[in-house]
């Protein structure tokens, strides 16, 4: 007789544990293991021992979220927003604001000096964590059961829409104009062709752009007007095709040397105008500039950093991969009468060396790329052996990666600072220098 072998019944992991949480990760969940796996539990302090749900499960780690805290860290500390439980505008009101930002500032300091141990660590560029925010995209859905239009952020892990009626990391006159939203929007005759408002808190006022499908009604179109008029605001619509100005001025905002910046309402601006001034602040007093520096400008965008550089150096030359952005950083030279900057449109992932202004000698560059980071770009520009190279990050990851190619290439990295630019949020920036060895 044959005996066949049945493999035993794998157990499947019960859908709650619990857990002691050991460390807080700079997202700001807490971190635990259990059964020699690591897990990130969001709503978890160090020191708590916590129920969890369990969310996804791979080989090495899981993800879980609090449910029940059965002993709590002395420091947590009730959410200052109504919203915060529903909300996935924000992730860490729970936390004290020095303990969100230690954890921030250790994580991504821990990786960095694995690189190079000798890297100082500079104090954290920060500023008030409430009502910072001077950009927001608000969703907005129309429940045909209930004939109610939402508009807000969506909750956590989900697509439903929190109605917001303030929020507190906004800056004030955005979280003001939210309920005068609601009452206007309660009109509006086609709400199920409603996508999304984006609002920005420019220098020169409020700017409102209404993203639609179909053709805008007339009575909607007055509806809208009317609004702006009396709130102010610089009124934008968006149907399929076109983007137009309905009311109002182009926006704006100022830096710290008086450079105005002009933008579209779809541009990307930096939404913490306090800490953005700081950053740069920070980058020209770690750069050293003098009337004899040439720098290079990656990623420059409408001239951020660009404008503030040119006040200092002999030369500056920004580089975008947006033709329209390159439009607009140069016309924002123009206007702010800085005639020692160039501006050129270059796919950097592509190879520069025979790119006219790649010709030219650098001596100091500056670099902010998006949160994939500027990996395919560090070869070409460590080729141009320039001094020092200061590298603004949005994301740790790619920049413990890209900090690894520049030490190849016989880069030092000599200082490193957090910058706070979304507190209460998971978001970790950063700004560090590099020196030629």
Sequence with gaps: MVLQYTP??????????????????????????IQGKTWFIENALPQEKVEVRVVTEKRHYGHAISTHILSAHPARQVAKCAYYAQCGGCQSQHIPIDMQRHAKQQALFQ???????????????????????????????????????????????????????????????????LPKLHRRFANWSQPKNLGHIELVYADNGIAMLVRHTGNLAQTDRTLLHDFAQQENVMLFVQDDQHLTQLY???????????????????DFIQVNATVNQKMIDTALDWLELTPNDSVLDLFCGMGNFTLS?????????????????????????????????????????????????????????????????????????????????????????????????????????????????????????????????
Excluded at 16 to 26: E, R
Excluded at 250 to 260: E, F, I, N, T, V
Excluded at 313 to 328: F, T, W
């Design 8 to 33: 035993p019944k794998s157990v499947p992991r019960p859908t709650t544990l619990v857990a002691d949480i050991l460390d807080l990760d700079y997202q700001g969940r807490g971190v635990a293991k």
């Design 111 to 177: 990786r960095l000096q694995q690189l190079q141990p000798q890297a100082t660590l500079m104090p954290m560029i920060v500023a008030e964590p409430w009502h910072y925010r001077r950009r927001v995209r608000l969703s907005m859905r129309f429940d045909a059961k209930t004939k109610q239009l939402a508009i807000g952020l969506r909750q956590k892990n989900s697509q439903q829409i929190v109605n917001l009626q303030h929020c507190d990391v906004l800056s004030r006159p955005l979280s003001q104009l």
């Design 309 to 437: 550089l040119s006040r200092q150096a002999n030369l500056v030359v920004g580089i975008e991969g947006v033709r329209e952005m390159v439009e607009k950083a140069t016309r924002n030279a123009e206007q702010n009468q800085c005639d020692n900057v160039q501006f050129y449109q270059a796919n950097l992932d592509q190879p520069f060396a025979k790119q006219p202004w790649a010709n030219q000698y650098f001596n100091k560059i500056l670099l902010d790329p998006p949160r994939t980071g500027a990996a395919f770009a560090l070869n070409a520009l460590c080729e141009l052996g320039a001094e020092k190279i200061l590298y603004v990050s949005c994301n740790p990851a790619t920049l413990v990666r890209d900090t690894a190619i520049l030490l190849q290439h016989h880069y030092r990295l000599k200082k490193v600072a957090m910058i706070d630019m979304f507190p209460n949020t998971g978001h970790l920036e950063s700004i560090s220098l590099f020196e030629k060895e």
């Design 248 to 266: 109002g001025d182009a926006p704006y905002y100022r830096l710290g040397d008086g450079s105005k910046l002009h933008f579209d309402i779809r």
